[in-house]
C-alpha cells in the first residue's frame, strides 16, 4: 500500500495488488451481503418484472416484486446470461391500440405524469415508458495505466490510459510545463500589451494565467483582478464613470502607508476597523476565496464536488487513487467496489485479468434505458475552463461562502452545469458505449462565451476569429468532435453522430455549430428554426454568427424541431417562491390582467440603444401597452389599468408574476428567461416570437398552458387574451399548475443537498424543501422525451434495434426495415 501512495512501484506490481484488491472485495461482497457498506449490492427490487406468462403466451402480468426483500440468495444466482424473463422485447404480447386506450382531449393532448403532451407523445409515454423495466447491462470498469501516472500533475482516465492534465502543464503524460501569460506582449506605448481580462502589473500565476499580489507582500496570494493593479483616473466629464488607465500601474496597492489606498499588504482587521485607507476597485473576483479581502479560503465550484472522490483544486476535480473522470466518479480497478455510485449498482461481478496488466472487471447492472454514456473529454472543454476563471459567478449555478455553504446564483447559463452534474450522476447513465443509447457531450459553452479575451491563451483575436465569441466557441466543438472520431470513432460512426448529444447554452443557442456536428442533437435555449428570423438575431455584435462563413458553420438551421430540444434556463432555487406556493395562486387573486417587466429599448430611460434589441418586439408590446412614460412622457397607444408594461425594476417581481394571468414571454440578445419566470409562478405564458420553439414545445401541448401570439398580432395582443372565457383561463391555469416542477432543476439542487449533508453534516431549508418535490423536474422530462425519440426517431430503423434489450413490450419498438 505504501507503494500505490507513494506512487513509485511498478505496473505490474500494482497490477498484482489490484488484482487481491479486487478479488477480497467480490469475495467480501457475495459472502458478507449485509455489511452495511456493501449492502446496496443485495438484491434489489425491480419495479417492473414479468412473474407470469400464459402457456399461450399471449399475455404478461406485470407486478412488483416483492419476495426477494431479505433474500440471502448469492446474485450470481440471481441474474442469468440468457432467457431472462426481464427482456419482454421478443415476447408475444396481446396487441394494443394506442390510440384507443389514450384518447387525446379537446386540445389535441394526452396527459401523462401530470404534463399535457402532443398527442402521438403522451401516447408513447402513457403506454410505454410506463412500462419500462430494467434491463442487464455490462459496465465496463477500466484498467489501463497512463505513461509515468501523469507525473502527479493530471488525472489518468483508465477507459483509454491518457492523462487529462491540470492547468499549465500538457503532454502525453503531462511532464510539459505551458507558459499561460496573464498580457499579451508590451510596447513602449502600452508596457503590459493591449487589454485583456488577465492583465496584471504584479505576479502573474502563469499555470492559470491569473494575476495576484505576489511575494514580498504581506498578502501574496490576494488577487489583483483586471483594474485593481491600474490607475484610475477621474471621469472624462461630470457624471461620467471614472476611466482605467491599463498602461499605468497603480504602486500604491503594493503600499504599506496605511493612508493611502492600499491592497496587498492591508490587514483586514485593521481595514474593517477603518484604521487605514484601501483601494476600493479591488475586490474577490476569483473563485476558492471569500471576504471583502479574500481572507477567507473556501471551496472551489468543481463538478458534482468531485464526488467525494477528489479534491476540487479550483474547478478541476485531482480525484483520489482509484476514480477518475471530470467529477471523479468513475471508478478504475483500483476503486473500491463498496464506494461505487448508485449508478453502478451491480448485481454481479466478474474479474478478468491479464498478465502484466490490471485486471478488468465487468459489472452487470440493472438499468432502465435510455442509456447515456457520457464522454470524458479531456479538460480544455469543461474543468480548465472552470478553473481558470477570472469571475467567480462566470458559468456556474453555485459559489460558496465563508461557512462552506452553498450560495446559489441568478446565471441564466447555469442550466448547463446543472444538466451536465444530473447526467453523470444519473441511473440512466452507462459507462458501456456499446449498449448506449445516447452519447453526451460535455462542451461548456457558457464558459468559453464568457471568457472568451479572458487571456492571450483564450484570444479571439485570430485572423479566423475575427473578435467573434460566436467563432471562437464554434472552434471548441469542432476540436470535441475531432477528439470523439480520433478516440471513439465506432460510437460516432455507428450512427454518422445522429445519436449524440450537444448542448448550446448561449444566447443563440446552436447557430453557429460546426457543420460536422449538425446531424446530432441539439440542446439549447433558442429554438430559432430560422423560418422568420433567418439571421443572427442577438443586439451584441460579438456574438453574431452571420459573418462566419459557410465554410465552417454549413448552412443548417439554429434549430431543428425534428430532432433537437429546447431546455428551460437556469432559475436560482428560490425558497420564497417554495413558501409562498406562487405556481398554485388561484384565480381570484390574480388581479392583474397582463404583466411584462424587462428592458423595453432605447425609448426608455436606460434601455438597450439598439433598435434591433429584441427584433424589436419587445419595443412594438410597450409602444401599444406601455404602462410607463417614456423618454417622450407618453404612455402605450392602449395602455390599461389592469395591463402592466414597464422597464422599472419590480420590488418583488415573483409576487407581481404571480398576481398575474399572462405574462410576456418574449426574446431579448436571443432567447431570455421569462417564459421560466412565467411558469414558475403559475403565470400562463403568452409567447411572442415567431417561428422560435419554447422549453419542450416540440413535445408538450402549448395549447393547453400557452397563448402564442404572431408578431403581427401585436396591436390586437390584448383583444385576444380577452377573448378567453373563465373556463379556458382556469384550464391554462390548472396545467400550468400540474407542470411548473419541469421547468426546474430540482435533481441538480437535491444533489448539492445531499453533497452539503455529507461534508457538512447539515441541509439548509433550501434543500429540505426541494428535497420534498415529487413532480417530474427538467431532468426527468429530458429523459422521458430521449426515451420516446430512442423509439420513434425513424432513422433508429437502421441500427437493428431488436439486438439489443430495451425492457418494452414488443408493441412499443420501433419497427425494423
Known amino acids: 500500500m505504501f507503494c500505490i501512495q507513494k506512487r513509485r512501484c511498478s505496473w505490474s506490481t500494482m497490477a498484482a495488488v489490484a488484482s487481491v484488491v479486487t478479488l477480497v472485495s467480490v469475495v467480501h461482497l457475495f459472502l458478507y451481503p449485509v455489511v452495511p457498506s456493501l449492502d446496496y449490492f443485495r438484491q434489489f427490487q425491480y419495479s417492473c418484472i414479468p412473474i407470469n406468462r400464459s402457456s399461450e403466451g399471449q399475455k404478461i402480468i406485470l407486478e412488483n416484486d416483492k419476495s426477494t426483500e431479505g433474500s440471502q440468495k448469492n446474485a450470481t444466482d440471481i441474474i442469468s446470461t440468457e432467457g431472462s424473463e426481464r427482456n419482454?422485447?421478443?415476447?408475444?404480447?396481446?396487441?394494443?391500440?394506442?390510440?384507443?386506450?389514450?384518447?387525446?382531449?379537446?386540445h389535441n393532448a394526452v396527459v401523462y405524469r401530470g404534463a399535457p403532451w402532443k398527442a402521438e407523445v403522451g401516447r408513447w409515454l402513457a403506454g410505454c415508458d410506463s412500462n419500462t423495466c430494467a434491463v442487464k447491462v455490462i459496465e465496463q470498469i477500466g484498467g489501463k495505466s497512463c505513461k509515468n501516472d501523469c507525473n502527479g500533475q493530471g488525472i489518468c482516465n483508465r477507459e483509454l490510459g491518457q492523462c487529462r492534465c491540470f492547468h499549465g502543464f500538457t503532454g502525453e503524460e503531462c511532464g510539459e510545463k505551458q507558459e499561460l501569460s496573464c498580457n499579451y506582449p508590451g510596447s513602449k506605448e502600452q508596457p503590459f500589451g493591449h487589454w485583456v481580462v488577465s492583465i496584471c502589473p504584479a505576479y502573474c500565476d502563469a499555470t492559470r494565467a491569473m494575476c495576484f499580489c505576489g511575494e514580498g507582500t504581506k498578502y501574496p496570494n490576494r488577487p489583483v483582478a483586471e483594474a485593481c493593479g491600474f490607475t484610475i483616473n477621474p471621469p472624462s466629464e461630470p457624471g461620467g464613470a471614472p476611466v482605467t488607465d491599463f498602461t499605468k500601474a497603480d504602486l500604491d496597492v503594493f503600499t504599506t502607508n496605511g493612508s493611502k489606498r492600499g491592497w496587498c499588504n492591508v490587514d483586514p482587521a485593521e481595514a474593517y476597523a477603518s484604521k487605514v485607507l484601501f483601494k476600493e476597485e479591488c475586490d474577490c473576483k476569483y473563485d476558492g476565496l471569500w471576504g471583502r479581502f479574500c481572507e477567507v479560503p473556501v471551496l472551489s465550484t468543481c463538478i458534482n464536488q468531485c464526488s467525494g472522490h477528489g479534491l476540487c483544486r479550483g474547478g478541476f476535480c485531482q480525484c483520489d487513487m482509484g476514480w477518475f473522470g471530470a467529477d471523479c466518479s468513475v471508478p478504475s480497478v483500483l476503486s473500491s467496489i463498496g464506494e461505487w455510485p448508485h449508478w453502478l449498482r451491480t448485481a454481479q461481478v466478474n474479474v478478468n485479468s491479464s498478465r502484466g496488466n490490471l485486471v478488468n472487471l465487468d459489472a452487470i447492472a440493472e438499468k432502465k434505458r435510455p442509456l447515456i454514456y457520457v464522454y470524458d473529454l479531456p479538460p480544455d472543454f469543461n474543468s480548465l475552463l472552470l478553473e481558470g476563471r477570472h469571475f467567480k459567478l462566470e458559468c456556474v449555478n453555485r459559489i460558496y461562502?465563508?461557512?462552506?455553504?452553498?450560495?446559489?446564483?441568478?446565471?441564466?447559463?447555469?442550466?448547463?452545469?446543472?444538466?451536465?452534474?444530473?447526467?453523470?450522476?444519473?441511473?440512466?447513465?452507462?459507462?458501456?458505449?456499446?449498449?448506449?443509447?445516447?452519447?453526451?457531450?460535455?462542451?461548456?459553452?457558457?464558459?468559453?462565451?464568457?471568457?472568451?479575451?479572458?487571456?492571450?491563451?483564450?484570444?479571439?483575436?485570430?485572423?479566423?476569429?475575427?473578435?467573434?465569441?460566436?467563432?471562437?466557441?464554434?472552434?471548441?466543438?469542432?476540436?470535441?468532435?475531432?477528439?470523439?472520431?480520433?478516440?471513439?470513432?465506432?460510437?460516432?460512426?455507428?450512427?454518422?453522430?445522429?445519436?449524440?448529444?450537444?448542448?448550446?447554452?448561449w444566447d443563440e443557442g446552436a447557430c453557429y455549430a460546426p457543420k460536422e456536428i449538425w446531424n446530432s442533437i441539439m440542446l439549447v435555449h433558442w429554438g430559432n428554426t430560422n423560418s422568420k428570423h433567418n439571421h443572427s438575431t442577438t443586439a451584441y455584435w460579438g456574438d453574431n454568427w452571420d459573418p462566419i462563413s459557410s465554410d465552417r458553420r454549413g448552412n443548417h438551421p439554429c434549430f431543428d424541431p425534428r430532432k433537437d430540444l429546447v431546455l428551460p434556463a437556469w432559475k436560482r432555487p428560490d425558497e420564497g417562491s417554495l413558501n409562498a406556493k406562487h405556481w398554485s395562486r388561484p384565480r381570484e387573486h390574480r388581479k392583474t390582467f397582463f404583466y411584462f417587466n424587462g428592458n423595453l429599448g432605447p425609448a426608455y430611460e436606460n434601455g438597450r440603444p439598439e433598435a434591433t434589441y429584441s427584433m424589436g418586439i419587445r419595443q412594438k408590446v410597450a409602444e401599444e401597452f406601455g404602462s410607463t412614460r417614456n423618454k417622450d412622457g407618453k404612455l402605450g397607444k392602449q395602455h390599461a389599468e389592469d395591463v402592466i408594461v414597464t422597464p422599472l425594476r419590480a420590488g418583488n417581481y415573483h409576487e407581481e408574476l404571480a398576481s398575474s394571468v399572462f405574462c410576456g414571454v418574449m426574446p431579448g440578445d436571443g432567447w431570455s428567461g421569462r417564459m421560466e419566470d412565467s411558469i414558475l409562478q403559475g403565470c400562463i405564458p403568452v409567447v411572442i416570437q415567431d417561428g422560435i420553439y419554447l422549453p419542450y414545445e416540440n413535445f408538450l401541448n402549448?395549447?393547453?398552458?400557452?397563448?402564442?401570439?404572431?408578431?403581427?398580432?401585436?396591436?390586437?395582443?390584448?383583444?385576444?387574451?380577452?377573448?378567453?372565457?373563465?373556463?379556458?383561463?382556469?384550464?391554462?391555469?390548472?396545467?400550468?399548475?400540474?407542470?411548473?416542477?419541469?421547468?426546474?432543476?430540482?435533481d441538480s439542487v437535491v444533489l448539492e443537498a445531499e453533497r452539503q449533508k455529507t461534508v457538512r453534516g447539515s441541509v439548509e431549508e433550501w434543500g429540505l424543501k426541494f428535497s420534498q418535490l415529487e413532480e417530474d423536474d427538467v431532468l426527468a422530462t429530458f429523459i422521458q422525451v430521449l426515451h420516446y425519440k430512442l423509439h420513434n426517431d425513424p432513422w433508429r430503423r437502421q441500427l437493428l434495434l431488436q439486438k439489443k434489450e430495451f425492457g418494452l413490450p414488443k408493441q412499443c419498438l420501433i419497427p425494423t426495415e
Not at 485572423?463 to 472552434?475: D, F, N, Q, W
Not at 403581427?712 to 396545467?735: A, V
Request: hydrophobic letters at 40%; proline letters at 4%; a negative charge.
Open 88 to 106: 419482454l422485447d421478443a415476447s408475444p404480447m396481446q396487441k394494443i391500440d394506442l390510440n384507443v386506450k389514450f384518447p387525446a382531449d379537446l
Open 702 to 746: 402549448y395549447e393547453s398552458f400557452a397563448v402564442r401570439i404572431r408578431e403581427d398580432e401585436i396591436p390586437n395582443l390584448i383583444n385576444i387574451l380577452r377573448s378567453f372565457n373563465e373556463t379556458e383561463i382556469q384550464f391554462k391555469l390548472g396545467n400550468v399548475k400540474k407542470i411548473w416542477q419541469r421547468f426546474l432543476y430540482r
Open 401 to 505: 461562502d465563508a461557512r462552506n455553504a452553498t450560495v446559489w446564483t441568478d446565471q441564466l447559463y447555469g442550466a448547463q452545469m446543472a444538466l451536465y452534474e444530473s447526467m453523470l450522476a444519473s441511473p440512466h447513465r452507462t459507462l458501456n458505449g456499446e449498449e448506449a443509447d445516447y452519447f453526451f457531450v460535455p462542451v461548456l459553452d457558457s464558459c468559453i462565451i464568457t471568457r472568451a479575451d479572458d487571456a492571450p491563451h483564450l484570444s479571439m483575436q485570430e485572423h479566423i476569429h475575427g473578435g467573434l465569441r460566436s467563432s471562437l466557441t464554434l472552434e471548441f466543438y469542432k476540436k470535441a468532435y475531432h477528439h470523439i472520431i480520433t478516440q471513439y470513432p465506432n460510437y460516432w460512426n455507428r450512427s454518422s453522430g445522429k445519436d449524440h448529444i450537444w448542448f448550446f447554452s
